[in-house]
Nanobody, 124 residues
Framework: VQLQASGGGLVQAGGSLNLSCAAS????????MGWFRQAPKKGREFVAA????????YYADSAEGRFTISRASAKNTVYLQMTDLKPEDTAVYFC??????????????????WGQGTLVTVSS
């Protein structure tokens, strides 16, 4: 399975960015997908996740109300729409996918496959 994340960049505080994660190499549409981020000198933290159908979503408290995770109709691409960005959102954002069902999507250990990461920098 290959995951390709894109869409990061430099944005001013209060701005918006849209991240994408394209999955290939399996029947990726049948599995959940999630976004994590890692700020400098910090561990990887959960941001948002979506079920395989896209009907169930999960958000970290820091993302709730500002970020929206969604899946393309073909379900092999997941998006993270980020609005009202803050300097503390600065991090490398990673998309991930598990290879089983019924796991806790907010936990990094639940994911088997990871993309290469895309850098988001929010200036104050």
């Amino acid at each position: 399975v290959q995951l390709q994340a894109s869409g990061g960049g430099l944005v001013q505080a209060g701005g918006s960015l849209n991240l994408s994660c394209a999955a290939s190499g399996r029947t990726s549409k049948d599995y959940a997908m999630g976004w994590f981020r890692q700020a400098p000198k910090k561990g990887r933290e959960f941001v948002a996740a979506t079920s395989w159908s896209g009907r169930t979503t999960y958000y970290a408290d820091s993302a709730e109300g500002r970020f929206t995770i969604s899946r393309a109709s073909a379900k092999n691409t997941v998006y993270l729409q980020m609005t009202d960005l803050k300097p503390e959102d600065t991090a490398v954002y990673f998309c991930g996918a598990p290879n089983v069902y019924g796991i806790d999507l907010t936990q990094e250990a639940s994911y088997t496959y990871w993309g290469q990461g895309t850098l988001v920098t929010v200036s104050s």
